[in-house]
Nanobody, 119 residues
């Protein structure tokens, strides 16, 4: 059973930084793609940033230039550095890691961590 555990969420004033971490119980060196998703209050979950096995990153337009996704395969951890946070960044943030299992790509999710940004 793969376990992903997010940490680093909390409350911050607008303009401030936060860094989220996602630790994995399985080695992430072979992960196909990893990412951070978020679910604002009353809305659906959507992608924030992703990073492929080869290191290619992608960001949703709303966070470009403010958020940075990175990984450390030596300790099986995924990070999301968030700068210049805005109230609209308030959401539950989820970590997602995908591995190839047999012929399928299997996604795994963390339990989520709350980020609240106040004016």
């Amino acid at each position: 059973q793969v376990r992903l555990v997010e940490s680093g969420g909390g409350s911050v004033q607008a303009g401030g930084p936060l860094t989220l971490s996602c630790g994995s119980s399985r080695s992430t060196g072979s992960a196909i793609v990893r990412g951070w998703y978020r679910q604002p209050p009353g809305e659906q979950r959507g992608a924030v940033a992703t990073i492929t096995h080869g290191g290619t990153t992608n960001y949703v337009d709303a966070v470009k230039g403010r958020f940075t996704i990175s990984r450390d395969n030596s300790n099986n951890t995924l990070y999301l550095q968030m700068n210049d946070l805005k109230p609209e960044d308030t959401a539950i943030y989820f970590c997602n890691v995908n591995w190839r299992e047999d012929v399928r790509i299997q996604p795994y999710w963390g339990q989520g961590t709350q980020v609240t940004v106040s004016e």
